[in-house]
């Protein structure tokens, strides 16, 4: 997936989409499209790439940061194109068709809808941007809509539909995955009650580089002491 960027520098983050960059030579307000803490990433100073147009009250998108060389993609939205080309691609389950994004369940709109021979398939799709000794970790701040969503999961598939769940690994380092447990305990017992109950659970490792993106391989999934 090409992407059209520009380089610029991070100063500071101002609020939860929002943060002061270096860019075409003077100091720029750019919409950081992630609701997550990104501590590790964003630190002043730091290398990243952004996308002219970031909306009404911003200059530019934040789509990239690099970390030792090595780049990580922050751009949340962009997860729901990767789910949709994962897909479509049979990561996920053979042969889907009718595939439909922004699907109504119970109370929740989830990512993406498809059928195939199996029946109806719900996904929903999560961006990791938090690794740690190798292991990438979801998520880095609290999230009770992240929760909601596998219980609906798990609803669905215990009324007969397919459940899933694909975790988007977007930066490179990391050798397994597993939900953050200690900061958001709830969600880990979510993820840890849809997979008992026979939601799919799936680690996908993007290829990241400073001109776009891709899909690279599955990560073991398991928890964070081992037993999952």
Same mark, same amino acid.
């Given at each position: 997936?090409?992407?059209?960027?520009?380089?610029?520098?991070?100063?500071?983050?101002?609020?939860? $989409?929002?943060?002061?960059? =270096?860019?075409?030579?003077?100091?720029?307000?750019?919409?950081?499209? @992630?609701?997550?803490?990104?501590?590790?990433? /964003?630190?002043?100073?730091?290398?990243?790439?952004?996308?002219?147009?970031?909306?009404?009250?911003?200059?530019?998108?934040?789509?990239?940061?690099?970390?030792?060389?090595?780049? #990580?993609?922050?751009?949340?939205?962009?997860?729901?194109?990767?789910?949709?080309? *994962?897909?479509?691609?049979?990561?996920?389950?053979?042969?889907? $068709?009718?595939?439909?994004?922004?699907?109504?369940?119970?109370?929740?709109?989830?990512?993406?809808?498809?059928?195939?021979? *199996?029946?109806?398939? /719900?996904?929903?799709?999560?961006?990791?941007? /938090?690794? +740690?000794?190798?292991? #990438?970790?979801?998520?880095? !701040?609290?999230?009770?809509?992240?929760?909601?969503? =596998?219980?609906?999961?798990?609803? !669905?598939? +215990?009324?007969? /539909? @397919?459940?899933?769940?694909?975790? $988007?690994?977007?930066?490179?380092?990391?050798?397994? $995955? !597993?939900?953050?447990?200690?900061?958001?305990?709830?969600?880990?017992?979510?993820?840890?009650? !849809? #997979?008992?109950?026979?939601?799919?659970?799936?680690?996908?490792?993007?290829?990241?580089?400073?001109?776009?993106?891709? =899909?690279?391989?599955?990560?073991?999934?398991?928890?964070?002491?081992?037993?999952?």
């Amino acid at each position: 997936m090409p992407l059209a960027l520009e380089d610029a520098v991070f100063f500071e983050r101002l609020n939860r $989409f929002s943060a002061r960059v =270096l860019w075409r030579g003077q100091e720029a307000l750019a919409h950081v499209p @992630n609701s997550g803490r990104l501590r590790e990433l /964003l630190v002043p100073g730091a290398h990243v790439r952004v996308r002219p147009g970031g909306g009404s009250k911003t200059a530019c998108r934040l789509m990239m940061v690099e970390r030792d060389g090595e780049w #990580a993609l922050i751009d949340a939205h962009l997860t729901n194109d990767m789910l949709e080309f *994962a897909v479509r691609a049979g990561w996920l389950m053979p042969d889907p $068709f009718d595939i439909r994004r922004e699907v109504q369940y119970a109370g929740s709109r989830l990512d993406l809808g498809c059928r195939n021979d *199996a029946g109806f398939h /719900l996904v929903e799709a999560k961006c990791v941007t /938090l690794i +740690q000794d190798g292991l #990438a970790l979801f998520p880095d !701040a609290p999230t009770a809509r992240g929760a909601r969503h =596998l219980r609906e999961l798990m609803s !669905a598939q +215990q009324a007969g /539909l @397919n459940g899933h769940v694909a975790f $988007f690994v977007q930066q490179p380092g990391a050798r397994s $995955f !597993a939900a953050n447990r200690p900061m958001d305990p709830d969600f880990a017992d979510a993820l840890e009650q !849809a #997979a008992a109950a026979g939601v799919q659970v799936y680690a996908i490792q993007c290829r990241i580089a400073p001109d776009g993106v891709g =899909l690279y391989g599955m990560l073991p999934v398991g928890a964070m002491d081992g037993t999952f």
